[in-house]
């Protein structure tokens, strides 16, 4: 294991970019439950940095809270959503976008890759990754190599972003703690906070609603978002943690929303 590599259990800590302008992140970012500095990042990309209490108070796996996070961000927005994660033991990232089932991949702290070789490729295609140049590049990190420990993995994970418009600013780094990297964020010039509370199912419709969310369609979609969001919201709040609630209470909250308002355009009169 190399020296870079040892992080200790301070340096837990994450990153949530998505492929959207922060003005538009940062109308559904307030659902999280974390005030959270927003940033841009690159062309088309902004990035939330987490203060962490989930993991830092409470005891909740980073990579498991960051999922949730990742998640809700995606849910019924015409954006992917991309976590980058990382603790003492591990690191890796999570790829939500809308309904799909997340995908992400996991390396050990010395580097060593303990994902499937598929979610690599599943992960290039919903991004529109080059399927030859980006996905060899992709490739190489499910490789063994003893002197590439997680964080340099991770490098090599937001080179190939980089071709998709991703440029983190500078002091982002993906392995320090999130202490840090919230400050690095705070002195950004264009930095600003999201909200920091649920504030119930009226605040849902500040989501970005998908298109053709009205009619017929609408309502399926939100039947679905309601089906989808409850059993989440149940198993979060079995496993006591914190994101998948959160995208569980999303899910459930912008599918009533969109409900009652897709009800009232069906029938003006009653």
Do not use: K
Not at 39 to 59: Q, Y
Not at 107 to 114: R, S
Not at 189 to 199: E, F, I, M, Y
Not at 242 to 262: D, E, K, P, Q
């Amino acid at each position: 294991m190399s020296t870079e590599e040892s992080a200790p259990d301070h340096a837990t800590g994450a990153l949530l970019l998505c492929r959207a302008e922060p003005d538009a992140v940062a109308v559904v970012a307030g659902l999280l439950g974390e005030p959270m500095p927003l940033v841009r990042a690159g062309a088309r990309w902004s990035v939330l940095v987490p203060e962490g209490r989930p993991w830092r108070d409470r005891g909740e796996p980073v990579d498991r809270v960051v999922t949730g996070w990742a998640a809700a961000l995606a849910v019924g927005a015409p954006w992917p959503a991309l976590a980058l994660w990382w603790d003492a033991d591990r690191a890796g990232y999570t790829l939500a976008s809308g309904f799909r089932r997340p995908v992400g991949y996991v390396w050990l702290a010395n580097g060593t890759p303990a994902g499937e070789d598929e979610a690599m490729r599943t992960f290039a295609a919903r991004l529109g990754l080059d399927p030859v140049l980006d996905l060899q590049a992709l490739d190489r990190l499910t490789r063994p190599d003893p002197e590439t420990g997680a964080r340099a993995r991770m490098r090599g994970l937001l080179a190939v972003l980089t071709r998709a418009g991703v440029s983190l600013p500078a002091g982002l780094d993906p392995g320090e703690p999130a202490d840090r990297l919230r400050e690095c964020a705070r002195a950004l010039p264009d930095a600003r906070w999201t909200a920091g509370a649920v504030r119930g199912p009226g605040t849902a419709r500040l989501a970005v609603r998908p298109p053709g969310a009205h009619g017929p369609a609408g309502r399926a979609v939100a039947l679905a978002e309601v089906v989808a969001g409850a059993p989440l919201l149940a198993w979060g709040a079995l496993h006591r943690s914190g994101g998948w609630t959160t995208a569980g209470a999303l899910l459930a909250a912008h599918g009533t929303s969109l409900l009652i308002r897709t009800g009232t355009r069906a029938a003006p009169f009653a």
